[in-house]
């Protein structure tokens, strides 16, 4: 049962365009949502997160956008950079309980930025 | 500041046999997770450590378990390998269990059971 899913195995975009990643998810119990980056033979890296009371979140050229009627986040990178071609993930936590920090993870979406 | 390491960083395992990795977490970090990523997946939540107790597990079975030390090193344990075991291995550290607390992870164990 993937409770998180990103339907997009892959992502190609040109440098200086946006790139969108998507992520949808089916528990409504989830309520803190995160994006994650990973390049080869390292681990995740935090990128950016949301809580179910906000809609939207940006720290520089990352923005998440959360509707939690469709059960579904967004990442918008603008401009994309080369650098930015990496494995990106994203991630629920649910409300409460015992779960602090269990981190439910999507499949990922492997994004490439073309020069 | 040292960050979230691991080790060793590749073994080979046969199936039936017994594995220990080691993970130590960043400077000041009371909780660590462990996670499995199969190939081509996303990481799974194996189970978190908070100040050397279990603090949540997902739907592993109990040949996986876990060890958080007083100066908040970790191990995970996988008895009995089986050959869908063969996965990348992750941990990570946080100060605390809040979701406030942002998860460093470290470059994992690649595990491979033959």
């Known amino acids: 049962d993937q409770q998180v899913k990103q339907n997009s195995p892959s992502l190609s975009v040109q440098e200086g365009r946006i790139s969108i990643l998507n992520c949808d998810y089916t528990?409504?119990?989830?309520?803190?949502f995160l994006w994650y980056k990973k390049y080869p033979a390292e681990g995740p890296t935090f990128l950016i997160s949301?809580?179910?009371?906000?809609d939207k979140n940006e720290d520089g050229r990352f923005t998440v956008f959360l509707n939690k009627s469709a059960k579904h986040l967004s990442l918008h990178i603008v401009p994309s950079q080369p650098g930015d071609s990496a494995v990106y993930f994203c991630?629920?936590?649910?409300?409460?309980?015992?779960?602090?920090?269990?981190?439910?993870f999507g499949q990922g979406t492997i994004l490439t930025v073309h020069p | 500041e040292t960050g979230v390491t691991q080790s060793p960083t590749h073994l080979i395992k046969t199936r039936g046999q017994q594995v220990t990795l080691r993970c130590s977490s960043q400077s000041g970090h009371n909780t660590v997770s462990w996670y499995q990523q199969a190939l081509g997946q996303g990481p799974q939540f194996i189970f978190q450590?908070?100040?050397?107790?279990?603090?949540g597990r997902g739907n592993f079975p109990p040949r996986f378990s876990g060890l958080q030390f007083p100066n908040y090193s970790s191990e995970l344990n996988v008895n009995a390998l089986e050959l869908d075991d063969s996965a990348l291995y992750l941990c990570?550290?946080?100060?605390?269990?809040?979701?406030?607390?942002?998860?460093?992870f470290g470059p994992g164990t690649r595990l491979t059971v033959t």
């Open positions: 528990n409504s119990m989830f309520d803190y």
């Open positions: 450590y908070y100040r050397e107790e279990e603090n």
């Open positions: 991630a629920a936590i649910p409300a409460g309980g015992t779960s602090y920090g269990k981190l439910t």
């Open positions: 949301i809580s179910s009371i906000k």
């Open positions: 990570a550290s946080s100060l605390g269990r809040s979701v406030d607390y942002e998860q460093y």
